[in-house]
């Protein structure tokens, strides 16, 4: 069984909002960063936010602004509020532990179009 299941991706035009989900289901998952990455056909995964143990959050300079992470320990659920959506982040979004990687979900699919 995947222990990342990424859920809350979908088609949103220009400027829209999507919040996404990530469900874990290992253990310890308040011990590791948890990060958010996007892959286009025919590119690497590249990052996109992080969020520390502590709850310190990084973002990739083109989505700072507009993406926000967050997680639920309790829960054991990571998030991305993506805010005024651009053509340029449609791609599958995945989460993992960057210091210790998990094998990779299935994604979810954003697209933004008009």
């Known amino acids: 069984q995947a222990q990342f299941v990424e859920s809350g991706g979908g088609l949103v035009q220009p400027g829209g909002s999507l919040e996404l989900s990530c469900a874990y289901s290992g253990s310890s998952f308040n011990m590791f960063t948890m990060a958010w990455y996007r892959q286009t056909p025919g590119n690497q995964r590249e990052w996109v936010a992080s969020i520390s143990r502590g709850g310190s959050t990084n973002h990739k300079d083109f989505v700072r602004g507009r993406f926000t992470i967050s997680k639920d320990n309790a829960k054991k659920m990571g998030y991305l509020q993506m805010n005024s959506l651009k053509a340029e982040d449609t791609a599958v979004y995945y989460c993992?532990?960057?210091?210790?990687?998990?094998?990779w979900g299935q994604g979810t699919q954003v697209t933004v179009s008009s």
């Open positions: 993992n532990f960057p210091d210790s990687l998990r094998p």
